[in-house]
């Protein structure tokens, strides 16, 4: 499931999850504060995605949508998406979304993903390009992990560009040209 060697995939399983258990368990220390070391079937607990994903797969719990995918997030991202800070409701907005779409049955998922990110990424470029070093700041604050590595990539392409544009020849000579060919005879 998880890249092994990306911090990023670890990170994005870390969120948490309201689960409930289908079967009870025992042996298990979810709550610190219970006296029993088991969860009795139908209880609800919040447990990070890595953990709740085995336990689904294994049929033990059934996972709940997480409230970063509420109704409310869905409309405020379809009235106008630029301005909502997905950063504060899960930094991992997308890849997240990606991972629990299938285990929560939500069918809309993928395409609420889908145009939240259409919506964003035109003015996450735009920025990019253009904006100030004052606003910039205040945009990141907004901006998921997938949006700011995009955001940062399109920086680094401008500046690349600018240097490209700026310095330097335009054509360079190929140092193979200069050689010549030695005879075969």
């Excluded at 994903?53 to 405020?76: D, G, I, S, W």
């Excluded at 930094?91 to 998922?109: H, Q, S, T």
Aim: aromatic share 10%; charged share 25%; proline share 3%.
């Amino acid at each position: 499931m998880a890249n092994y060697y990306d911090i990023d995939d670890i990170l994005a399983e870390e969120e948490l999850v309201s689960v409930v258990f289908q079967k009870g368990a025992n042996g298990v220390g979810i709550d610190p504060s219970a006296e029993a070391y088991s969860v009795e079937p139908g209880s609800k607990v919040k447990l990070p995605f890595w953990l709740a994903y085995e336990l689904h797969a294994r049929q033990v719990v059934t996972m709940k949508l997480p409230a970063c995918f509420n109704q409310q997030t869905r409309l405020e991202l379809g009235a106008d998406g630029k301005a909502v800070d997905l950063r504060s409701r899960c930094l991992y907005f997308y890849e997240f979304g990606c991972k629990i779409a299938p285990l929560v049955g939500d069918r809309d998922m993928g395409s609420f993903l889908l145009s939240a990110f259409r919506n964003r990424y035109q003015e996450v470029l735009a920025k990019a390009h253009s904006a100030a070093y004052t606003a910039a700041s205040k945009l990141l604050t907004l901006l998921t992990k997938e949006e700011i590595n995009l955001y940062e990539a399109a920086q680094s392409s401008m500046a690349a560009f600018k240097k490209w544009r700026m310095g330097g020849p335009r054509l360079q000579r190929a140092s193979v040209l200069g050689r010549k060919r030695k005879s075969t005879d």
